[in-house]
């Protein structure tokens, strides 16, 4: 009999510790995208600027009705973001317009795809030492030989320099695709501007040493240069207004079904269009205009 009661006795204990055991088990502890059980934690990773501040405000507190959680990583510059939503350190990221996403992708072998374009805050023409508050009474004012910096990466290099096409200071050489224009790519320089290319982050810093320069608006925000006091200011193109981020394995997954449908909210809209936000004069996409209607 005691035999028996100390068999019966065993088979509970380890009953109970398989049981244990079983709701002890951990749950992934990697970024999931709240795809697996009850995990729904989010990893979202931005450059410097106001685009962490857009995603906190205007999506961040819809998600967290639907049961989201967050982590917020911001890197310093253009490349790690895509490498770190590459590498499964991030589950979406938002910081880079398509035609960034596509050529970056393209040349590091990446998986990366769009989900949805957001307001974006465009490049500016700044300068500390020059008092123009319009193209005419720029190039009024600028003399020989004065630097202006721009981004040096190709896609924002390349906007750089139709923006200064366009407003006359350079020409771009006929039949190439200005698109993919670089400083070689400069037919006249009737003002005989140096144009020196530089990592997009440090554009702010050489205000205060160079005449002019080229700055993207999440930098100028970020350094606290007001968009408004751009000389001239980039009309965007809808393949240069930022947007949210994803590995393209995960486009089907409900965490990027949510974050579409957030983003397509009025809630949304509400937070861009609240003028204690600065991205209510951000440029909106076309979508946008639409949905809204709205400029």
Not at 152 to 174: C, M, Q, S, V, Y
Request: proline share 5%; aromatic share 8%; net charge neutral.
């Amino acid at each position: 009999m005691k035999k028996v009661l100390k068999a019966a006795a065993l088979f509970l204990a380890v009953s109970v510790m398989g049981a244990t055991l079983a709701g002890c088990s951990s749950t992934p502890s990697s970024s999931q995208g709240g795809t697996t059980g009850q995990n729904k934690k989010l990893v979202v990773g931005f450059a410097p600027g106001p685009y962490s501040d857009m995603f906190k405000k205007a999506i961040q507190p819809a998600l967290e009705q639907k049961g989201y959680t967050f982590e917020y990583k911001e890197f310093s510059d253009y490349v790690q973001p895509n490498l770190a939503l590459n590498n499964k350190e991030l589950d979406a990221n938002l910081f880079q317009h398509k035609a960034y996403l596509e050529k970056f992708s393209a040349d590091k072998g990446l998986k990366l795809s769009p989900v949805i374009n957001v307001p974006t805050a465009g490049l500016g023409i700044y300068s500390h030492k020059l008092q123009a508050t319009n193209g005419d009474e720029l190039k009024a004012a600028i003399k020989p030989g004065d630097e202006i910096t721009l981004a040096n990466d190709p896609t924002n290099l390349a906007r750089a320099l139709r923006l200064l096409d366009k407003n006359g200071l350079i020409t771009i050489k006929e039949g190439i695709d200005a698109t993919k224009a670089s400083e070689k790519d400069i037919d006249k320089n009737p003002y005989s501007l140096k144009v020196v290319p530089m990592e997009a982050a440090q554009l702010p810093r050489t205000l205060d040493s160079v005449t002019l320069s080229v700055i993207n608006g999440n930098y100028a925000i970020s350094a606290g240069i007001p968009l408004s006091s751009a000389i001239i200011k980039e009309e965007l193109i809808e393949d240069h207004k930022n947007l949210v981020a994803v590995r393209t394995e995960d486009l089907d997954k409900p965490f990027v079904k949510d974050l579409k449908e957030v983003v397509e909210s009025e809630a949304f809209k509400n937070a861009i269009e609240d003028p204690k936000n600065v991205f209510k004069d951000f440029q909106k996409p076309q979508w946008y205009k639409d949905k809204w209607n709205v400029k």
